[in-house]
């Protein structure tokens, strides 16, 4: 029912910043808690951050140390994570992806209904 393509990746020195969109279709958009994720080759899948809703509340796991930012334009039917300060082990591919539930924070793959085919980050030394 939900359709979600996310978009921006690319090739990016260490140090630098990216912002990556996921663009929504299908279902009602603000109806949605929104999830960012990445997975790197041999790795799981790892959660990045969430938002809700409205876009007045986020959360993000620790190991990101401030350099990622999650926002959301529900007019648009758009996620956004804008990166800055990349490192080569943020090098994966990142997926955007949606939850129907939103009573709590959903920090885990299996909490998400919908999810985008992944964009590729690859961050050089």
């Known amino acids: 029912q939900v359709q979600l393509v996310e978009s921006g990746g690319g090739l990016v020195q260490a140090g630098g910043s990216l912002r990556l969109s996921c663009a929504a279709s299908g279902g009602t958009f603000s109806s949605y808690g929104m999830g960012w994720f990445r997975q790197a080759p041999g790795k799981e899948r790892e959660f990045l951050t969430a938002?809700?809703?409205?876009?007045?509340?986020?959360y993000y796991t620790a190991s990101l140390q401030g350099r990622f930012t999650v926002s959301r334009d529900n007019a648009k039917n758009t996620v956004f994570l804008r990166m800055s300060s990349l490192k080569p082990e943020d090098t994966a591919v990142y997926y955007c992806a949606a939850t129907g539930n939103t009573r709590t924070w959903a920090t885990v793959t299996g909490a998400y209904d919908y999810w985008g085919q992944g964009t590729q980050v690859t961050v050089s030394s």
């Open positions: 938002i809700n809703r409205s876009g007045s509340s986020t």
